[in-house]
Structure formats: C-alpha cells, structure tokens
C-alpha cells in the first residue's frame, strides 16, 4: 500500500524559514506529479506547489512563488519544500499528494495523499 508521510512542519517566526519533506513507501512502478496543498483554519484548500518527477517542471500559487521552492529526490523518494520569507498567513496544514502507477501492466495514475504537517508562523 502506497503512504505519503510528510513532516518538518513546526513553529517558526515571519520571516524565518521551513522545509517540508514528503516520503514516498510502498511500491511505485511510476510517480508522475507530487504536489504540496495546504488548508487554513476556515479556508478552502489551496495548491501551493508541483513538481513534475520527470524533468523536474515546478510550479508556484502567486501567494508562495518567489519564497517557496519545491524539489525532489527521486533516488530517495521524497520531495523537499522549502519555505522562506514565512507570513502568519502562511499558517496552516500542508499535505502533499502524488500521482503514481502501480505496475508497468497497468497505464492508469492513482492519487494518495499524506495527513498532513502543521506550519505555525507567529512571533
């Protein structure tokens, strides 16, 4: 079974900085697109960030781009978001979720999703 683990969230001043991994277990035979959401108390999800895994195309909401940037470790499994410059409105669950292929026998992308790691931006 496919499980996306997220973690590095925490309490950070604005300002300062995070970094977010998201972990991939289980078998893929294929991860297309990983993407970073997050959802504030009372808002609608928002799509933060994506990264395509072959070739590495990224792209960024109007509200992160510039201050967050999104990577990934194919090797390792993981993608990285890095979060500088962090507002109070930044505040939230972030949850990273991924399209994969489960064998080479099968073309269709399944979609799973993490629980999520809470950001904190407050002095």
């Known amino acids: 079974q496919v499980q996306l683990v997220e973690s590095g969230g925490g309490l950070v001043q604005p300002g300062g900085s995070l970094t977010l991994s998201c972990a991939v277990s289980g078998f893929t035979f294929d991860i297309r697109l990983t993407k970073w959401y997050r959802q504030a108390p009372g808002k609608e999800r928002e799509l933060g960030a994506s990264i395509i895994s072959a070739g590495g195309t990224t792209n960024y909401a109007e509200s992160v781009k510039g201050r967050f940037t999104i990577s990934r470790d194919n090797d390792k499994r993981l993608v990285h978001l890095q979060m500088n410059s962090l507002e109070p409105e930044d505040t939230a669950v972030y949850l990273c979720?991924?399209?994969?292929?489960?064998?080479?026998?099968?073309?269709?992308?399944?979609?799973?999703w993490g629980q999520g790691t809470q950001v904190t931006v407050s002095s």
């Open positions: 979720t991924c399209q994969y292929r489960r064998s080479w026998l099968d073309s269709r992308y399944f979609e799973v």
